[in-house]
């Protein structure tokens, strides 16, 4: 079977790219965005709503992949589900550019952001379990890690395309309520006509017959979690990547923290330390993907190494030079991570169809992944009279979490194989 799917490795691995590219061109306003904490703060929101942008998204991408686990349990072919749920989490996006143009009330701005955020955020959360099993499906175990590679060196591309544009726009127009809601509609319609892309991938059927599953739910999800938790390795993996939600919580806040207190230009922060996070994630793509160099583990253990200097970075030398090394180095770490957590997922995994362990990961780090960020936010709040002493506080924090992450990565055994079973 791995020898099948190397034969279609070249059209798989140039759909699902389509797909990142035409994704990837719409994220900078969405996800891992300055862009949009800047927007939220000039139209008024605080550092605690701000922070609740990463809660929600984590909540949605947490809660609602059991449900698209538990509906899709069934289905061997997994290429037309991904494809419908891509178009759906597509429309919210689209739909809040279009009000934006129309709206009367700016008072509308942030309620209504935060509903579309929301939408989107469970929907996203419905899609990722399916669409990452489906990776996982059409690539050999051999070839996974160079397709992915292959796939997020193109979605990094086009995010970097995509920060500049949005660099001259907000640089030529600031944050005019007409040019972000030209922002956004861009960003639904590339999320829409990439999500047609999958029509290009070809998905094998799988060796094993399909087991058809007929327990409920809450059966359904609680032998998942507990056949997880009894995995020590996924548990100690999962611990290690905790750092993934501290950094991206250090994401959410560092532009406005260079802006506020370095004198540093919105439009630099919401383009070009955007810009240079996906430069840093098409160099992590390339070297650790697509040339595929360092083991699994070693990757792994790359990204704590990489926060903890970039913490250093933002806490001692928060200067101009010192922001764009922080925004780079934040690429390669979140470009490293991106390229190892579906295949080890799916390393750690018993069973053959791994959607639900995707499904169920993100529980398991629920209460961290969404309650750290919204904390971080208020004590950003609390403190504000302290200047840019809170944030270093926040960094300082981060640091320390950070460290005992790295403690669990280096005792997660890559080595081990797990027997899977149907």
């Known amino acids: 079977m791995n020898t099948l799917k190397d034969t279609y490795f070249r059209r798989n ?44 998204l984590i909540l949605g991408i947490s809660l609602f ?66 669409w990452l099993h489906f990776l996982v499906k059409i690539f050999s175990e051999r070839k996974s890690v160079q397709g992915l590679g292959i796939m997020y060196l193109s979605q990094s591309t086009a995010k970097l395309v ?3 544009l949005i660099l001259n726009m907000v640089e030529s127009f600031s944050f005019s309520l007409r040019s972000s809601a030209l922002i956004f509609l861009f960003s639904g319609l590339c999320f829409l006509l990439g999500s047609l892309c ?43 990547d905790l750092d993934n ?29 955007v810009a240079l996070i996906y430069a840093g994630s098409i160099l992590a793509n390339l070297m650790l993907g697509t040339f595929n160099l360092l083991s699994l583990k070693s990757k792994f253990l790359s990204t704590k190494i990489l926060g903890l200097v970039i913490l250093l970075i933002l806490i001692f030398f928060p200067g101009f030079t010192g922001f764009l090394w922080a925004s780079f180095l934040m690429g390669v770490c979140r470009g490293a991570r991106g390229l190892v957590y579906s295949p080890a997922i799916k390393h750690f995994c018993k069973r053959t169809d791994t ?3 995707f499904a169920a990961a993100p529980l398991l780090t629920l209460l961290f992944g969404s309650g750290f960020p919204a ?10 009279h302290l200047g840019p002493l809170s944030y270093q506080i926040l960094f300082g924090i981060c640091f320390c979490l950070i460290i005992v992450t790295l403690m669990f990565a280096r005792l997660t055994d890559f080595d081990h194989e797990t027997g899977r079973t149907p």
């Open 245 to 273: 939600y501290i950094i991206l919580t250090v994401l959410s806040f560092y532009a406005n923290y260079a802006t506020q207190y370095f004198e540093i230009k919105d439009a630099t922060a919401a383009g070009l330390f």
């Open 375 to 384: 904390l971080a936010g208020k004590m950003l709040d609390l403190f504000s």
């Open 65 to 130: 992949p059991l449900v698209a686990s538990y509906l899709t349990r069934n289905r061997e072919r997994k290429k037309i589900i991904v494809l419908y749920l891509h178009l759906v989490s597509s429309g919210s996006t689209l739909i809040y550019g279009v009000f934006l143009f129309f709206i009367k009330d700016t008072a509308l701005i942030l309620p209504a952001f935060f509903i579309s955020y929301l939408i989107f955020s469970l929907c996203l959360g419905m899609t990722l379990p399916v």
């Open 162 to 164: 995509s920060s500049l």
């Open 13 to 56: 691995a140039a759909g699902v790219a389509l797909v990142e590219l035409f994704w990837g061109l719409g994220f900078p306003v969405i996800l891992e965005s300055t862009f949009l904490q800047i927007f939220l703060k000039n139209n008024g929101a605080s550092d605690f709503l701000i922070g609740l942008v990463p809660s929600i």
């Open 355 to 357: 959607t639900g362990y």
């Open 198 to 240: 999958f029509l290009f991938t070809k998905e094998l059927p799988s060796p094993e017959p399909l087991v058809i599953l007929k327990d409920g739910f809450y059966q359904h999800t609680r032998e998942t979690i507990v056949e997880m938790v009894q995995n020590k390795n996924l548990v100690r993996y999962l611990m290690g």
